[in-house]
């Protein structure tokens, strides 16, 4: 059975840093592409960024380019989230998944496996 557990997120004022966390089991990690999605209240999901199962090609929504940094190792089986120089329009539940090919993309449909969510509330 494929897991997926984040960790990492909190409360955080504008201006500063966090670092999620998705610690992975039940399938081969280093075989499939890994994404981050949010959720705020009130709106969809939101694709934040997607990285390729060799860590080789990443891609960013627009609203976090050149602040959020996604990476992975696939010898822990986790994919990261660094997030600087938050805004409190970051405010979102954020989400991990699993793709179900080798390349990110940015559709929710091309993810099958989700992780249960972390809270992060940026303060102005």
């Known amino acids: 059975q494929v897991q997926l557990v984040e960790s990492g997120g909190g409360l955080v004022q504008a201006g500063g840093s966090l670092r999620l966390s998705c610690a992975a089991s039940?399938?081969?990690?280093?075989?499939?592409?890994m994404g981050w999605f949010r959720q705020a209240p009130g709106e969809v999901h939101e694709f934040v960024a997607g990285?390729?199962?060799?860590?080789?090609?990443?891609r960013y929504a627009d609203s976090v380019k050149d602040r959020f940094t996604i990476s992975r190792d696939n010898a822990k089986n986790t994919v990261y989230l660094q997030m600087n120089n938050l805004k409190p329009e970051d405010t979102a539940v954020y989400y991990c998944?699993?793709?179900?090919?080798?390349?990110?993309?940015?559709?929710?449909?091309?993810?099958?496996?989700w992780g249960q969510g972390t809270q992060v509330t940026v303060s102005s």
């Open positions: 998944a699993t793709g179900s090919g080798a390349f990110w993309s940015t559709q929710r449909r091309d993810y099958d496996y």
């Open positions: 039940g399938r081969t990690f280093s075989n499939y592409a």
């Open positions: 990285i390729t199962r060799s860590g080789g090609s990443t």
